[in-house]
């Protein structure tokens, strides 16, 4: 059971339900078909995907890294009772998360990006932030892609101006 306020990024596989994200069917999804492709996202259901694939990506190789790191998670030990399980996991993505900030509190590694932002982007990440909370909660999770979709479609094509010029 997805906890109340929680989604999960999942592949089509999964199949939609509560609480699960998954990526908009019928269009380009995978990493290989946008390199072959040769062409930018024309669609916010495009974009969509295509950050989709890259966010799954990047949690399933860092999952890769900790099991080589961490061997206590790679034997999946069933001595261990499933609620122990759980707890490994989450103490060692906190390891994890831990060294990335070069060993920093995760509040003054994140204090210090943000000083670094320009204000127009810290305006827009507290905006997103905002925006985030008062949806998760309140919405299935189909709305909630097309929600996400439509936002990052107005994003990029603020910026898409930009990168051409």
């Given at each position: 059971m997805i906890p109340s306020g929680r989604m999960y990024l999942a592949d089509a596989?999964?199949?939609t339900r509560r609480g699960v994200i998954?990526?908009?069917?019928?269009?380009?999804y995978h990493l290989q078909d946008w390199r072959y492709a040769d062409r930018p996202p024309e669609t916010k259901e495009e974009l969509f995907n295509l950050r989709h694939s890259r966010?799954?990506?990047g949690v399933e190789q860092t999952i890769g890294l900790d099991k080589r790191k961490w061997k206590i998670?790679?034997?999946?030990?069933?001595?261990?009772?499933?609620?122990d399980q759980i707890a490994l996991i989450y103490v060692v993505t906190g390891l994890h998360?831990?060294?990335?900030?070069?060993?920093?509190?995760p509040g003054e590694a994140y204090e210090e990006m943000e000083a670094s932002l320009i204000l127009e982007?810290?305006?827009k990440l507290q905006s997103a932030r905002q925006r985030a909370?008062?949806?998760v909660g309140e919405r299935g999770s189909l709305k909630l892609?097309?929600?996400?979709?439509?936002?990052t479609w107005e994003d990029y094509q603020d910026v898409l101006p930009m990168e051409e010029g």
């Open positions: 596989g999964f199949g998954l990526p908009f069917p019928l269009q380009r966010l799954r990506v998670i790679r034997c999946s030990a069933p001595e261990y009772r499933f609620r998360n831990f060294i990335k900030l070069d060993g920093k509190e982007e810290r305006g909370d008062s949806v892609r097309e929600l996400i979709a439509k936002w």
